[in-house]
């Protein structure tokens, strides 16, 4: 993660206006908060601070602007992780019946990339997808989940879940791909070796430096770039272009477009699904 600035209000206090929380915000994490999440994030922040010893906001943000553990917990503090398994079901249907055959011809590995995939259900849900549908080419697919929040890339690592976390799969899904922990109130349900050995985890921040990253065939995206200003979502559709091998294919939320003008380099080919052109890639009216 690029080392962010230090805070430009020296003069702010506990009580900071949200319109310096969300300057302070964007400069630290390049995340873009509306007016109405201003005061929730203060309060998060001013509970914090307090818990740290420090007066002031300034301070905090000091505290975080150097290179300091309390970076991963400012940004968890930040992050809004709503996610579950098979979120957007329509995704995975394309990947088991479009995507995956289109690549079946090819014998060199396949990879795919969850970019920004919270704690855990996007990269298993693919995963699963996999090993469901296409098995014999799952075993030569690797699947890299990123998230810029430590805390939740823990969880996602950890491949555990409650009940309720749950309750979007089918019993038969559970029981392939799910071994049980614990029992009554308190069983958890912990990914399965088999899939474990697909999903790598990294931490990673978009907006810095990609590095060591292969190209991928299919990249997930889903729900992140609301996150970001409109030329910072500019630069991320141009670099997940320039990731994508010619052909491959970028999924993203349902709440989100790749704008007109950047359609030469992310075609529309299907509901919230873009590929990269090459000669066999067509454009779907």
């Known amino acids: 993660m690029t080392a962010p600035r230090a805070c430009p209000c020296r003069d702010c206090c506990l009580d900071g206006a ?41 301070a905090y943000f000091d505290l975080i602007a150097g290179a300091s553990e309390e970076r991963d917990r400012f940004i968890s503090l930040l992050t809004t992780n709503v996610t579950g398994f098979f979120r957007e079901a329509h995704h995975f249907d394309l990947l088991a019946r479009q995507i995956m055959p289109g690549l079946d011809r090819i014998g060199r590995r396949i990879n795919i990339w969850s970019a920004g995939c919270s704690s855990g259900p996007e990269p298993w849900s693919i995963a699963m997808t996999l090993q469901g549908h296409c098995a014999a080419m799952a075993r030569r697919t690797r699947i890299l989940a990123c998230d810029i929040d430590a805390a939740v890339l823990h969880k996602a690592r950890s491949g555990c879940y409650g009940a309720d976390e749950v309750t979007g799969l089918s019993a038969a899904q559970i029981n392939r791909h799910f071994c049980a922990c614990g029992d009554g109130p308190l069983r958890r349900w912990r990914v399965a070796p088999p899939l474990r050995g697909m999903v790598e985890f990294r931490q990673l921040n978009l907006h ?14 889903r729900n992140v770039s609301i996150y970001f200003d409109p030329p910072a979502q500019r630069r991320l559709w141009q670099r997940f272009h320039d990731q994508l091998r010619p052909g491959g294919w970028l999924l993203i939320g349902h709440a989100e477009r790749v704008p007109a003008d950047l359609q030469h380099l992310l075609r529309p080919a299907g509901l919230t699904a873009y590929r990269r052109p090459d000669q066999n890639c067509e454009a779907v009216p």
């Open 18 to 58: 949200p319109d310096q929380i969300a300057r302070m915000v964007h400069d630290l994490s390049g995340i873009v908060i509306g007016p109405d999440k201003g005061d929730i994030l203060r309060a998060r922040f001013q509970r914090r601070a307090r818990l740290l010893g420090l007066k002031t906001l300034a």
């Open 208 to 221: 810095d430096v990609w590095p060591g990253l292969p190209a991928f065939d299919v990249i997930f995206f």
